[in-house]
């Protein structure tokens, strides 16, 4: 006759209760505080050194010339990022691959010239000049994708070749004279210049992402109360909300001061969202962050690598095209100098400042929307200042290294962290 002994490791009533009562703790709003130090000690910064420098960056140009944070000052702003914060996208699908694409500048300039030349010397209508255009975006994206699925050929050659050969079908197409004017009151010119959203609609649209926030954090507690795991309190999701809509009714309060918030932004931020969603709730996104990843493990695990090459080349061509449409409703003409100059560093530039690992696996659809606010920020602060175009090519070049070097800083934290 045995006797069964206690098991020690066997928790009691109370130790259950304390590990209840530690996981509450952790899910309150100081144990999301902690947490998110934790990440950043991590390596995992997010969208934190984005938000501290275009703190630093309105601090400083709002010191220098108040006029930098008027109102309508703000409202231009938007204005020029819906253009290249548009391209931007695109190359943020690439970066997430690790791959690159060098030839978008050329490739918006050259959908600026398709536009010009079909809608005003053709007489072709506005909306197939466009759609003709942003096929010619996914037919040059698709032909980077065979050169690299196919023939093995590096994106970085693939691209800089089709650089110089979009460059020329963009000189050839719009001829001798070089630039095509664009009808002034037309829809596409209005939509890039002066068209803004009534101030109710701003207001309102500017409710919906706490409102998202919410709903889908309730729907996700739910689930996770069902399996008996712990989920977010509600006091923090409702927190988060809150501040979520004040801010952004703040901002649009202070637009409205000026002209109001640009539907040009307003579509470009649509996009980002659009993008968003299909990168972190699809299957097609999960599969492009595993291929960037790794892609031999993505391919031994069943992912079609060669289709997902296809679909973001594609992709980024084709917003590249987007964004010269909207670039030649900003300057009201398809010109030879469209697309040139610093379209490309600026496109790339966004995605990696606002947080699109160099290295593949990483980033995110809104890196573009910070990002390209960032550097419109320190071009329209420059501007205002009258300081030369140089001056701005070297403080954006210093901001991008900048930003590489935290990347590579955050991604040698994460490394070490994961092996610890």
């Known amino acids: 006759m045995s006797t069964q002994m206690p098991n020690e490791n066997k928790p009691t009533p109370l130790a259950l209760d304390r590990s209840d009562e530690r996981v509450s703790h952790a899910d309150s709003i100081g144990g999301m505080v902690r947490a998110f130090v934790s990440r950043v000690r991590s390596g995992d910064l997010g969208m934190l050194p984005v938000a501290i420098g275009l703190i630093v960056i309105s601090t400083v140009f709002s010191i220098l010339n108040p006029i930098f944070l008027a109102p309508n000052n703000l409202v231009n702003l938007l204005f020029d990022c819906a253009t290249v914060g548009i391209i931007s996208l695109g190359i943020v699908c690439v970066l997430i691959l690790g791959e690159i694409d060098l030839s978008v500048g050329s490739m918006s300039g050259l959908a600026s010239a398709i536009i010009g030349v079909l809608w005003v010397n053709s007489g072709m209508s506005l909306p197939l000049a ?37 460059l020329g079908m963009q000189l050839y197409i719009l001829g001798p004279t070089g630039s095509i004017n664009l009808p002034y009151a037309s829809p596409l010119v209005r939509f890039g210049q002066i068209l803004v959203m009534p101030g109710w609609l701003s207001h309102l649209l500017a409710l919906v992402p706490g409102a998202v926030l919410v709903i889908a954090g309730l729907v996700i507690r739910k689930r996770r109360q069902a399996v008996n795991l712990s989920s977010q309190p509600l006091s923090s999701l409702v927190v988060k909300a809150v501040v979520l809509t004040v801010i952004l009714e703040a901002a649009v309060y202070y637009l409205n001061l000026g002209r109001g918030v640009p539907w040009m932004f307003g579509l470009f931020v649509a996009l980002v969202v659009i993008l968003n969603y299909a990168l972190t709730k699809t299957k097609w996104g999960r599969s492009m962050f595993a291929v960037g990843g790794n892609r031999e493990a993505a391919r031994r695990s069943g992912i079609n690598v060669r289709r997902i090459y296809l679909s973001a080349f594609m992709l980024c061509s084709t917003l590249a095209a987007l964004g010269g449409t909207f670039s030649a409703a900003r300057l009201a003409s398809s010109s030879q100098q469209a697309g040139t100059g610093d379209v490309n560093l600026n496109a790339i530039a966004a995605a990696v400042i606002g947080g699109t690992s160099l290295f593949g696996g990483r980033g995110s659809a809104y890196s573009a929307l910070l990002g390209i606010i960032v550097i419109q920020a320190i071009s329209n602060g420059l501007t205002l200042l009258n300081l030369s175009s140089s001056l701005r090519y070297m403080i954006t070049g210093a901001v991008l290294a900048i930003a590489v070097i935290v990347d590579s800083l955050a991604r040698r934290s994460r490394v070490s962290h994961g092996r610890a």
């Open 130 to 166: 466009i759609g003709a255009a942003l096929v010619t975006g996914a037919v040059v994206g698709a032909l980077y994708a065979v050169l690299y699925n196919r023939l093995g050929m590096p994106s970085f050659v693939a691209t800089l070749a089709g650089l110089l050969a979009l």
